[in-house]
């Protein structure tokens, strides 16, 4: 079982803002990192640190945290954000590093 | 520019050892702060991380499968290899490399890593 819990799935209206939670003891300790994931095809990071975005992943993509409860936001969902979304980060021993059962996210 | 790409037998027998070699590029494995580590997915599954080597050679493992794995990296080839023992159908996946680093500068090894570099995956297969 996975130390960080995700719902399994979500949906959005398009255009409209979703939030998807990853909850974890861990994460009052470490930052956590989001990664998208479409069909056939590797991860990609849209978040990491408090809120920060690699380069070329759109400013509709944010991240939060309070407590044991992270989120990532999407501001104005398009149709292309639909799919996979993981969130990770170390566990609570800080030894190894753990992911979540993962989002998908359906923008309706 | 930031590549991994992963190398090795996509299909092998049940408790049989897997090899899988990840060949970088753009970087140094001996760049302080740097980790490379292995990820897998079996078939429309979660992602599962499996283990992480720091420049210095420092290893971290996953808990509930250590007594399997090992990862060594060979930075005059630019090379990191994952070995699993005793191979079992549910090891059936695809198996990723990636690049970690700190999210601070300069780094912590006790910091918050993150994934931003990852290869495009191997498909291992694990059948008699």
């Known amino acids: 079982s996975s130390e960080l819990t995700q719902d399994p799935a979500v949906s959005v209206a398009l255009g409209q803002t979703v939030r998807i939670t990853c909850q974890g003891e861990?994460?009052?300790?470490?930052?956590v990192s989001w990664y998208q994931q479409k069909p056939g095809q590797a991860p990609v990071v849209v978040i990491y640190?408090?809120?920060d975005r690699p380069s070329g992943i759109p400013d509709r993509f944010s991240g939060s945290r309070l407590g044991h409860t992270a989120s990532l936001i999407i501001t104005g969902a398009q149709a292309e954000d639909e799919a996979d979304y993981y969130c990770?980060?170390?566990?609570?021993?800080?030894?190894?590093?753990?992911f979540g059962g993962g989002t998908k996210l359906t923008v309706l | 520019q930031i590549t991994l790409k992963e190398s090795g037998l996509t299909l092998v027998k049940p408790t049989q050892t897997l090899k899988l070699t990840c060949t970088v590029s753009?970087?140094?494995?001996?760049?302080?702060?740097?980790?490379v580590g292995w990820i897998r997915q079996p078939p429309g599954k979660a992602l599962e991380w499996l283990a992480l080597?720091?420049?210095?050679?420092?290893?971290r493992y996953s808990p509930s499968l250590e007594s399997r794995l090992t990862i060594t990296k060979d930075t005059s080839k630019n090379q990191v290899v994952l070995t699993m023992t005793n191979m079992d159908p549910v090891d059936t996946g695809t198996y990723y490399c990636?690049?970690?680093?700190?999210?601070?500068?300069?780094?912590?090894?006790?910091?918050?890593?993150?994934?931003?570099?990852w290869g495009q995956g191997t498909l291992v297969t694990v059948s008699s």
């Open positions: 990636v690049h970690s680093k700190d999210i601070m500068t300069p780094p912590y090894k006790w910091g918050s890593y993150y994934f931003d570099y």
């Open positions: 753009g970087f140094s494995l001996s760049t302080g702060g740097v980790g």
């Open positions: 990770n980060s170390r566990d609570s021993t800080g030894n190894h590093w753990v």
């Open positions: 861990s994460l009052r300790s470490y930052y």
């Open positions: 640190g408090k809120s």
């Open positions: 080597i720091f420049w210095d050679d420092d290893k």
